[in-house]
């Protein structure tokens, strides 16, 4: 399979432990994106990669949460002292640079409990 | 920022029957607008998309409609059929310095009945 990959799956956690999510582009894709989205609601933008630069975050990308993609391939998301709030699924989608069409991963479903 | 609205929020079918789902969007700069479909424990897969500089596209059931004046887009499923039940989003993507970025819709559940 060659689409976005994402590890795990599903991640329960205890309120203020850390977590880390990896997310593997499609090979080739020099942008990668990550979303939030909860229940009911659609997917909302949190930062995406250029290669290995961080070009955008959003607002919803508190100082707990931390993203990277060191060599331009994977990309890890941190959050640091979880809170139930972040409760959610987390996407990651790639593309090409010039092109918009973004693919999405299957997502890793947190839990904070 | 950009903002996107989406309606219906649920749309139930019967077989065989048309659904249409309508967004409007705020910015003017958008130039992108994609459509995904999403099942149950899935992310969201990429059915359709159309640029600024096109009114319609269409892809053998599927197509979708844009109205830059009006700042509107709609998706339009012909011949509906079971399989066709998911929740779908639309998006926008601002160009510039946004250019990576989607905003998406609220999401329409639609259910086709057998």
């Known amino acids: 399979d060659t689409g976005v990959s994402q590890d795990p799956r599903h991640k329960i956690t205890k309120r203020g432990q850390n977590v880390t999510f990896r997310c593997d582009p499609i090979s080739e894709h020099n942008r990668l994106y990550w979303y939030r989205q909860t229940l009911g609601q659609g997917p909302e933008f949190l930062t995406y990669f250029q290669n290995e630069a961080q070009l955008e975050k959003s607002r919803l990308l508190s100082d707990r949460f931390s993203a990277e993609r060191p060599k331009g391939s994977f990309s890890t998301l941190e959050i640091q002292r979880t809170e139930q709030g972040d409760s959610a699924m987390y996407l990651c989608a790639s593309s090409f640079k010039h092109r918009n069409e973004q693919y999405f991963g299957p997502g890793t479903r947190l839990t904070v409990t | 920022g950009e903002n996107v609205e989406q309606h219906p929020s649920t749309l139930s079918v019967q077989e065989g029957d048309s659904a249409v789902i309508k967004c409007t969007y705020s910015?003017?700069?958008?130039?992108?607008f994609p459509w995904y479909k999403q099942e149950l424990g899935k992310g969201p897969q990429l059915i359709i998309d159309i640029r600024s500089n096109v009114g319609e596209k269409k892809d053998q059931r599927i197509a979708v409609t844009l109205n830059k004046t009006a700042k509107h887009f709609s998706l339009h499923i012909t011949e509906t059929q079971p399989e066709d039940s998911a929740v779908y989003f639309c998006a926008a993507n601002a160009g510039g310095t946004s250019y990576g970025k989607l905003t998406f819709g609220q999401g329409t559940i639609l259910t086709v009945h057998p």
């Open positions: 910015d003017s700069a958008s130039n992108y």
